[in-house]
């Protein structure tokens, strides 16, 4: 049996600390970047993590959510994306994604990201009643209800998606079903100034 060489052996040990170094210089610009937000101070907490970046979907992750909050959307969604196309069937990124684009205005590429979430999680409950409101406000109510009616299954006591799919059953003529919801929403919520004008409607 042939032995490893020296000089292999003194490559891989190398190679092995080079990496543990790496690992902690990214341990470190973390816990730095995580006690800059802390205080406020994006600057400071993205500085840390673009000093060490190496195009991880962690570091992009992490650096999508904090130019966010310093309101740099158009950066934060580049970030975002990048982590999207990292791990493509992971919701977390696509969740992130959404908020800089809602920030932006771009509610298209918003129902496409929540759509591409459906597809992974059917019974996602956030995307599910988000592309109900964007149904909604596009006056699309029989789409919108399908996506609220989802939600409405799974939390049937919940004062949003209640409100919405009254609000849509309502539009759709649909009066006793628009009642009965409007009901509970003030069982939810006694004295709900919404759900009363709702019914007044009615």
């Not at 195009?55 to 990048?82: D, P």
């Amino acid at each position: 049996m042939d032995l490893v060489k020296p000089a292999f052996l003194s490559l891989a040990l190398a190679l092995a600390l080079a990496g543990r170094g790496l690992a902690q210089d990214q341990s470190a610009a973390f816990a730095t970047s995580y006690a800059a937000e802390t205080k406020g101070d994006y600057a400071d907490a993205i500085a840390p993590l673009k000093a060490v970046y190496s195009n991880t979907y962690e570091q992009n992750l992490r650096l999508g959510w904090l130019y966010f909050l310093a309101k740099n959307y158009t950066t934060s969604a580049g970030y975002y994306q990048k982590a999207v196309e990292q791990r493509p069937y992971a919701i977390e990124p696509k969740f992130g994604l959404i908020k800089p684009l809602n920030a932006l205005n771009q509610v298209d590429k918003m129902l496409e990201l929540y759509e591409d979430i459906l597809k992974i999680d059917g019974q996602n409950t956030q995307a599910n009643y988000w592309v109900g409101v964007i149904f909604l406000n596009r006056k699309a109510y029989d789409k919108a209800a399908r996506y609220f009616e989802r939600v409405v299954n799974l939390y049937p006591f919940d004062y949003d998606v209640n409100l919405s799919l009254a609000w849509t059953y309502l539009n759709l003529g649909k009066k006793n079903e628009a009642r009965a919801l409007y009901t509970k929403v003030l069982l939810i919520r006694p004295g709900d100034a919404t759900a009363l004008a709702g019914l007044k409607r009615l």
